[in-house]
């Protein structure tokens, strides 16, 4: 079963970046569909990106357009989500997800319900 691996959380001043990591162990990526999500207390999980397998398609929620980027290294196996000008409201467990068969496009918001594998998540908080 897949299972994917996030990294790169931690604690960010206003205004400061991170880059998240998910990859999987075992598991070739190259086929996949990756979507991040983020879930802060109290709130409903959002979803934030998605890149289809090849890299050619992206997706972002309107809260992070312009801030957030998204990309893949087949390479590394790795998918990122680069997290630029962070905000307080920014802080939440983010995770990534996976699924063969999801479309990833701009013509629709990215759901949780259609992803079938997740990784266990990582803490970023944005804070002075």
């Known amino acids: 079963q897949l299972q994917l691996v996030e990294s790169g959380g931690g604690l960010v001043q206003p205004g400061g970046s991170l880059r998240l990591s998910c990859t999987a162990s075992g598991f070739n990526l190259d086929h996949w569909v990756i979507g991040w999500f983020r879930q802060a207390p109290g709130k409903e999980r959002e979803g934030l990106s998605c890149i289809s397998s090849s890299g050619g398609n992206t997706n972002y929620a309107d809260s992070v357009k312009g801030r957030f980027t998204i990309s893949r290294d087949h390479a590394k196996n790795t998918v990122y989500l680069e997290m630029n000008n962070l905000k307080p409201e920014d802080t939440a467990v983010y995770s990534c997800?996976?699924?063969?068969?999801?479309?990833?496009?701009?013509?629709?918001?990215?759901?949780?319900?259609?992803?079938?594998?997740w990784g266990q998540g990582t803490q970023v908080t944005v804070s002075s």
């Open positions: 997800a996976a699924d063969i068969m999801y479309q990833c496009s701009s013509v629709w918001r990215i759901e949780a319900r259609k992803f079938g594998s």
